[in-house]
């Protein structure tokens, strides 16, 4: 099977009201999504289904968009914090069973996701 490109994604928090965890879209593919109880799941479940989407699109004759660069973002930075944050976020992280940068991406998910559901 050919390697799939790397498409952009967007990964927010669902609502209790939409069953909680997170959804995965991808915004080269209006009908791509996905979910997963928490980050990494949504986005391994998300590879899956882009897949699947793009093998359909192959076998349907469709043509397969090319992956958008909407911005030239590495997925990566770089944030100082007080080191009062820190321990918080890392005494969070260790209680919850996850890494600190997965408890941060899931932070910053959810207060983007509330945020755009009020925009």
Do not use: Q, W
Not at 22 to 45: H, K, M, Q, R, W
Not at 54 to 61: D, K, P, S, V
């Amino acid at each position: 099977m050919a390697r799939v490109p790397d498409y952009p994604f967007e990964v927010r928090p669902l609502s209790a009201e939409e069953g909680g965890g997170f959804l995965i879209a991808f915004p080269d593919f209006t009908d791509c999504v996905s979910d997963g109880a928490t980050i990494d799941e949504a986005i391994e479940n998300g590879r899956l289904a882009l897949k699947e989407t793009i093998a359909a699109l192959r076998e349907a004759g469709h043509p397969i968009p090319e992956p958008t660069a909407a911005t030239n973002a590495s997925g990566k930075f770089v944030a100082r914090v007080p080191k009062s944050v820190h321990a918080k976020l890392s005494s969070r992280a260790k209680a919850e069973g996850v890494s600190l940068n997965t408890l941060v991406v899931s932070l910053l998910s959810e207060g983007l996701g509330k945020k755009s559901a009020h925009t």
